[in-house]
């Protein structure tokens, strides 16, 4: 028959390991969603990057162009740069393009798509804190997990009504994070939204 307290020792040694692996994996679970918010953000504000280096480099190509080329349009922009003695000059603006008297007809439509996008990315940052909230409640929802289980091994009734309290508290926590969040959600709203 086997000894009852080495049975007991099993059971405890068992219910810790697996509330340690439960509790471990909720966080490492919480701390992948915080890094795939931050990649994701990152890879947004690179591509935001790469369009800005774009039309840098575009708007010299279009100078060398359209400086070969004068269109009737451009001539009052490059005859307000040529004024400014830009070659002598270091105040003047560093191409016809960037002078008051050039209208570029891309150039509003281009400032609306990037504020725009702008707009989206900060839509996108709000989401990834809504996600990143929600992650928190279920963290918490597994330190109750983890102490409730935990307790129930523990013969001495004192250290099952402390592990029970902690595990009740968390439970409280956890809860109330993530029934803030619909009102959160609903009263704060993305960036930009109202």
Avoid: C
Wanted: aromatic fraction near 8%.
């Amino acid at each position: 028959m086997p000894d009852p307290e080495r049975v007991d020792r099993l059971e405890v040694a068992s219910a810790v390991i697996l509330s340690i692996a439960a509790l471990a994996s909720s966080g490492a679970s919480y701390q992948a969603g915080l890094w795939d918010g931050e990649q994701a953000a990152h890879y947004s504000q690179a591509g935001a990057l790469r369009v800005e280096a774009s039309r840098a480099a575009l708007e010299d190509k279009l100078a060398e162009f359209f400086q070969a080329r004068f269109p009737a349009g451009f001539r009052p922009a490059f005859n307000a740069w040529l004024a400014d003695h830009p070659l002598t000059n270091p105040s003047a603006p560093p191409t016809p393009f960037a002078t008051s008297a050039y209208r570029s007809p891309g150039r509003a439509e281009a400032n609306a798509l990037d504020a725009k996008a702008d707009q989206t990315f900060q839509k996108g940052q709000y989401d990834n804190a809504v996600s990143d909230a929600f992650g928190q409640g279920a963290t918490v929802l597994a330190i109750a997990l983890f102490f409730a289980g935990i307790g129930q091994v523990f013969k001495a009734r004192g250290t099952r009504i402390a592990l029970l309290t902690v595990a009740g508290l968390a439970l409280v926590v956890g809860l109330l994070r993530l029934l803030s969040l619909p009102l959160q959600v609903l009263g704060l709203g993305p960036p930009g939204a109202g």
